[in-house]
């Protein structure tokens, strides 16, 4: 739409603002023009997907190690996915949760279906920020506390209960003052989350695997050791499943490796197979919320409810968490002799199943724009992490393919 100078007047006051013809402008000059600003860009345009290759608008193939970032671990228009969108969008699209709707009860079932036992409580939302959101309200509500202990390196996200909890400076310097009551303690010290325990203390939350902050793994003691300490405290233990759930790391949940159950649990990303989702799953013990203390326009949506029962059979009829640990390890078999080569710049390169961390000894973005030019997409994990999340149903031809561009970017 073409706005022309001069065309809209308010009680005579021009409105010169709107004096923009945008018609002419492409895609990438539209995005920069229009968008808020916010996002970081790398000069391709993406337009088509398929399983782990994407295409761009010049009809260039890419292995794609970025996955959505974490939101396709099923693979871009995953025919499960894509089969129950089609049925349900000539069924019902918008049905707020003040009715009730079988798509959504259906989903409700799958989802506790695959949920460790007992996390028998669901709340619906759009995105993880909204998860994480939901489950530090939900801890208060829970404890009639107020405080969260969170994590060093720490990532959940940018609304400002999320961001509170969140670690990196740059994220949250911009808008304090943020919510009173959290702290942050060193990852994978049991200890330094008992220290900091206060009669005030709601919450621990926490990432089984460390994502965003870098790839980091606690040693097999800690999720254990953090929920003995919360049995012996009544503080709740919320773990943070949304870039480690639905398979990532070869488990179903980041939890199942040393068999921890939180009771809160945040999801998102992968749960709806590309689609905007997110969930709060709550110990059954805790029985329903009091009504009206939390909401959302959107959650249970029918449309993402039938995209999530889609994307949940998908990883159950393909078991999707062995496929993540047995081409996580053939991955793995092929990075990690780069750390020790002769002069490498690979410090060290950590994970598990397909959440993968190559940490340099120099800044990561030049290599990742080199990998890009190679034909490979991958994401940074702060400054010097090279962050691998391709999407699950990768071949193996397309990680040997994107292990020898890697190798040829690192030691070219
Ligand atoms: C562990 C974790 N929590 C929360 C979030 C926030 O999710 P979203 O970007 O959907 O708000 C992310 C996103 O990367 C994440 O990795």
């Not at 939302?125 to 404890?143: D, P, Q, W, Y």
């Not at 003052?177 to 005030?200: D, Q």
């Not at 120099?362 to 890009?372: F, I, S």
Request: charged fraction near 25%; glycine fraction near 10%.
């Amino acid at each position: 739409m073409s706005i022309q100078e001069n065309d809209l007047e308010v009680e005579g006051v021009a409105a010169t603002a709107l004096s923009h013809d945008f018609t002419n402008l492409g895609t990438r000059e539209t995005e920069d023009r229009l968008e808020s600003g916010v996002y970081p860009k790398r000069e391709i345009t993406i337009v088509r997907g398929e399983g782990a290759r994407l295409w761009d608008d010049t009809g260039r193939e890419y292995v794609d190690c970025v996955g959505g970032q974490g939101s396709a671990n099923l693979g871009h228009c995953n025919p499960y996915v894509v089969e129950a969108i089609e049925k349900q969008a000539r069924t019902l699209l918008s049905c707020p949760e003040i009715f009730y709707n079988p798509t959504r009860a259906e989903l409700l079932k799958k989802l506790v279906e695959v949920a460790p036992v007992g996390m028998n409580r669901v709340f619906l939302c759009n995105s993880g920020t909204e998860a994480v959101e939901g489950a530090i309200k939900f801890a208060r509500l829970l404890t009639g506390k107020t405080d969260v202990i969170a994590t060093v390196r720490g990532f959940h996200g940018r609304s400002m209960g999320a961001l509170s909890a969140t670690w990196e400076k740059k994220y949250r310097e911009p808008f304090y003052p943020l919510i009173p009551g959290f702290t942050h303690v060193p990852y994978n010290k049991v200890e330094a989350v008992r220290a900091a325990i206060t009669e005030n203390t709601a919450a621990i939350l926490v990432e089984p695997i460390q994502g965003e902050g870098g790839v980091h793994t606690p040693s097999d003691d800690y999720l254990p050791g953090l929920r003995k300490l919360c049995d012996e405290t009544g503080v709740l233990l919320i773990l943070d499943e949304i870039q480690t759930g639905f398979c990532r790391t070869g488990r179903f949940w980041g939890g199942d490796h040393t068999g921890v159950k939180g009771d809160l649990m945040t999801v998102a990303k992968s749960i709806a197979g590309g689609i905007p989702m997110g969930a709060v799953l709550m110990d059954e013990r805790f029985g329903p919320l009091d009504k009206s203390t939390h909401g959302s326009t959107f959650g249970g949506n029918p449309l993402t409810a039938a995209a999530a029962i889609g994307a949940i059979r998908y990883m159950q009829d393909y078991r999707l968490e062995e496929r993540s640990a047995e081409l996580g390890d053939y991955f793995m078999s092929k990075l990690r002799p780069l750390a020790q080569r002769e002069g490498t710049i690979v410090r060290e390169v950590r994970g598990k199943g397909l959440l993968i961390g190559l940490e340099l000894k120099q800044k990561v973005v030049p290599y990742l724009k080199a990998l890009m030019d190679r034909g490979v997409l991958a994401l940074p994990a702060g400054p010097n992490v090279l962050r691998l999340l391709p999407p699950l149903v990768i071949e193996k031809d397309q990680l040997d393919f994107a292990a020898e561009q890697i190798e040829a970017v690192l030691f070219g």
